[in-house]
């Protein structure tokens, strides 16, 4: 392809920050006016112009073919999700505030709260999940904390169960239950073992989600979520009494 | 992570690949989780390495072996998909995506489908902006012929 030599010939990039929006007010207008006149100049951005939306489209629909990582599947060993699942919950953690160390109930809530931050609808919902295969994992999960958690498939009142898996925090499991909720906002809802007395539950805010925090025999619980506080109290009531302890 | 498994499965194009890919840079952001700075991205963290992983390390050994090349028709797409017409959409997108070239894949991939701004896509690349301009301008060229040509089969 020949290029007729120009004196100030218009650049690729300036048709890019052209197609990109990125040219200012007065520039843009000036550049839609050279175009207008100079016929070679509109072939030129013909030639690089292009519609993305099919592409966005496309790799939109590509995100819900990702593995799972941090459940167990068919091809790698079991342990290379467990380390994945691991590091995305270090990951969660962000800045690394909290690792490795001990985590004090404080920081166990807050630890869960960066990792949720993280959780779009998306996240959630693009993994088809078979009602059978949800239920293993929560039987799985349930099991790796001593707990029968099957109550806590039915959800509660506009809160849907999606999936239970096995994370980890201070060298100990952390059952993390995903639901959606009735906007399609994930809600957490994590369970790991505590030492100390019970406590009732109670509200909170962190990293910019809601959430309801309270222990019970043993184990501290928290729910959390984008969700009103009224909507994570009533969740908070009827999971507490789905969960047999 | 769905996310770093898409970037990683546009640059390599091989299912099994991919969740190395993504696996090796979740596993490395731990072990450098302190480098990172707060107040800044975390996905493009994330994603600074995945691309250097890539770069460094993955790439080489493929290309040792001969097996550089993206064959398409081997991503094996999840099977739980939405529905088969988005199905073949994602195949049709990374099949166009595939037949350019790496440099200007990487670069498009960036900056139109994870909205990257110029000099963040540089930052993650390590190459100057005009750089990233250039691969830019040269991918929609080359990709707008791509998808005309498809479109015309």
């Known amino acids: 392809m020949t290029q007729p030599i120009e ?19 007065g520039e843009r207008e000036a550049f839609e006016a050279t175009m207008a006149s100079d016929g070679d100049l509109k072939a030129r951005v013909a030639e690089m112009d292009l519609d993305f939306a099919p592409l966005q489209t496309g790799m939109a629909a590509l995100l819900s073919g990702a593995p799972t990582f ?8 079991i342990w290379h999700y467990v380390a994945a699942a691991i590091v995305i919950f270090a990951l969660g953690v962000g800045a690394g505030r909290l690792l490795p160390g001990a985590t004090d109930s404080a920081g166990w809530h807050q630890a ?3 990792y949720q931050a993280l959780y779009t609808t998306d996240t959630v919902a693009a993994v088809p999940m078979a009602p059978e295969t949800r239920l293993a994992g929560l039987d799985r999960t349930g099991a790796a904390l001593g707990l029968d958690l099957s109550g806590a498939a039915e959800g509660a009142k506009g809160l849907i ?13 952390l059952a993390q239950l995903v639901y959606l909720d009735a906007t399609g906002a994930p809600i957490a809802f994590c ?23 309270w222990r019970d025999a043993g184990y501290g619980f928290i729910l959390i979520g984008d969700a009103a506080p ?6 908070t009531e009827e999971l507490r009494g789905k969960i047999q302890l | 992570m769905p996310r770093l498994w898409r970037y990683a499965l546009v640059m390599t194009g091989n299912r099994a690949e991919a969740q190395d890919l993504a696996q090796a840079t979740a596993l490395r952001a731990l072990e450098r989780v302190e480098q990172f700075r707060p107040g800044t991205r975390l996905d493009a963290w994330c994603f600074t390495i995945l691309g250097s992983i890539w770069r460094n390390e993955l790439r080489a050994r493929k290309v040792r072996l001969g097996t550089g090349h993206i064959a398409v028709e081997d991503v094996g797409l999840a099977d739980p998909t939405p529905g088969v017409e988005v199905n073949i959409l994602a195949r049709q997108v990374l099949s166009h995506m595939a037949s350019l070239p790496e440099a200007q894949r990487q670069t498009l991939y960036l ?8 000099a963040e896509a540089a930052a993650q690349l390590d190459i100057p902006i005009g750089t990233v301009m250039s691969r830019l301008a040269n991918g929609r060229k080359r990709l707008k012929q791509v998808m005309s040509d498809d479109a015309a089969d």
């Open chain 1, 7 to 25: 004196r100030e010939p218009v650049s690729d990039e300036a048709i890019l920050r052209y197609l990109d929006g990125h040219l200012p007010g």
């Open chain 1, 70 to 77: 941090a459940l167990p599947a068919r091809r790698a060993p």
């Open chain 2, 111 to 118: 900056v139109y489908v994870e909205g990257f701004s110029y």
């Open chain 1, 112 to 114: 869960v709260a960066d």
């Open chain 1, 230 to 235: 009224d909507a994570l109290r009533a969740a």
């Open chain 1, 161 to 173: 169960f999606q999936r239970a898996q096995i994370l980890q925090i201070d060298g100990k499991p």
């Open chain 1, 191 to 213: 369970i790991t073992r505590r030492e100390g007395a019970d406590s009732a539950p109670k509200d909170g805010r962190l990293s910019g989600l809601n959430a309801r925090t």
